[in-house]
């Protein structure tokens, strides 16, 4: 089994920056893609960013190319996503996840526990 947990959220301004972390454990974790989604209030969970363990290969969804950035440490098995730039439409809980890469995205298996973002205008 995979464990994930998820820190860094909180509440900043429009325009600033967070960094979330995603701590992972798990004899198989090195296995695993890792990725980020987030759910807004009423919407549908969306791909956000994923990566291969030793940053091979990102992969981003439009919205936030240019703002936000995912990387790995391998030697911590801890992902993060640095966000910048924020906009209060990133508002949402964001959650870390572990799966395959599939086309330009990823298939999760394993979820964290989401932690939340809040960008005020």
């Known amino acids: 089994q995979v464990q994930l947990v998820e820190s860094g959220g909180g509440l900043v301004q429009a325009g600033g920056s967070l960094r979330l972390s995603c701590a992972a454990s798990?004899?198989?974790?090195?296995?695993?893609?890792m990725g980020w989604f987030r759910q807004a209030p009423g919407k549908e969970r969306e791909f956000v960013a994923a990566i291969t363990w030793g940053g091979s290969r990102t992969y981003y969804v439009d919205s936030v190319k240019g703002r936000f950035t995912i990387s790995s440490d391998s030697a911590k098995n801890t992902v993060y996503l640095q966000m910048i730039s924020l906009k209060p439409e990133d508002t949402a809980l964001y959650y870390c996840a572990a799966g395959r890469i599939t086309g330009q995205t990823l298939s999760p298996t394993h979820w964290g526990q989401g932690t939340q973002v809040t960008v005020s205008s």
């Open positions: 798990g004899r198989t974790v090195s296995a695993y893609a």
